[in-house]
């Protein structure tokens, strides 16, 4: 019943050989250091999953962003665990992109043909530091709210547009409710979508040029 109901499927969507094309490839002899990528994309689905359970009780407001950090680390089942994993998981995501591109600079594979490869991972390293400054802001507590005071300032000393960075990130001149609503729109939806966007990219050309073998050493 099974089998025929997966022969069904398979006639109509052909997904057995998207599931080749994905898992069934040929790769040259690497080592453990190939499998960093993967390390980061482990780490970014678990950001993922425990963002998405994270909003269920966090609030993005001065009034209750704070309290509502507290009552899901103490009051909500597995809160704890879950606001754990979210909160070292985003300083290992850091890590291991760093790492991981490393790496594709250690054994040059930037180079042709995987430069639109390098391109969307520049993106991605942009956007998993993004992901790091505006989820900073959310608990709302004394920490985050100087922190991100310095990190604005830090933007308002570019040349000629720095005053500009500065409102649109802040919503204005001070640090206030319209800057926490914006750092959570960015945080949940606008980089999100970014990711998404150039990690799908990313991956698509990992898969259709191959990954490239570590270097000879007279290479
Ligand atoms: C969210 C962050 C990222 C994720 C999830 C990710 C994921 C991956 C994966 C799974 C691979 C294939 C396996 C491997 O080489 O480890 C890969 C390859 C690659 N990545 Fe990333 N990556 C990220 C960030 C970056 C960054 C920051 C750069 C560089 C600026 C980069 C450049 C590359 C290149 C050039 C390759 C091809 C390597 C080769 O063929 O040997 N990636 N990435």
Redesign the pocket.
């Known amino acids: 019943m099974a089998t025929r109901f997966g022969n069904w499927l398979e006639e109509r969507m052909g997904l057995g050989e998207v599931w080749s094309k994905i898992f069934l490839r040929n790769i040259p002899k ?1 080592n453990w ?9 482990f ?2 689905v678990n950001q993922m999953v425990t963002g998405i359970l994270l909003t269920i009780y966090y609030v993005p407001t001065p009034d209750h962003a704070y309290d509502s950090v507290v009552y899901i680390s103490s009051e909500v089942t597995a809160g704890w665990l879950i606001r754990g994993l979210h909160h070292w998981g985003a300083s290992v ?1 850091i890590i ?3 790492l ?2 490393l ?3 250690l ?1 040059g ?2 180079k042709y043909p ?2 639109v ?9 942009i ?2 530091i993004g992901f790091g400054f505006t989820g900073y802001l959310l608990p709302w507590d004394q920490k985050a709210y100087w922190a991100t005071t310095v990190g604005t300032r830090i933007a308002e000393v570019t040349p000629l547009v720095g005053n500009f960075l500065l409102r649109i990130m802040r919503g204005g001149e001070e640090l206030t409710a319209v800057t926490l609503a914006r750092f959570f729109g960015a945080h949940v939806w606008f980089l999100p979508a970014i ?1 998404m966007l ?2 799908g990219v ?2 698509y ?2 898969i259709r ?5 570590p270097p000879k050493k007279e290479e």
């Open positions: 690497t250091l190939f499998t960093l990528g993967s390390a980061t994309l780490v970014a995501m291991l992109t760093v991981h591109m790496r594709v600079i054994h594979a930037y995987r430069e490869t390098w391109f969307t991972g520049v993106g991605l390293l956007v998993v990711l150039l990690l990313h991956l050309l990992v040029i191959g990954i490239s073998a």
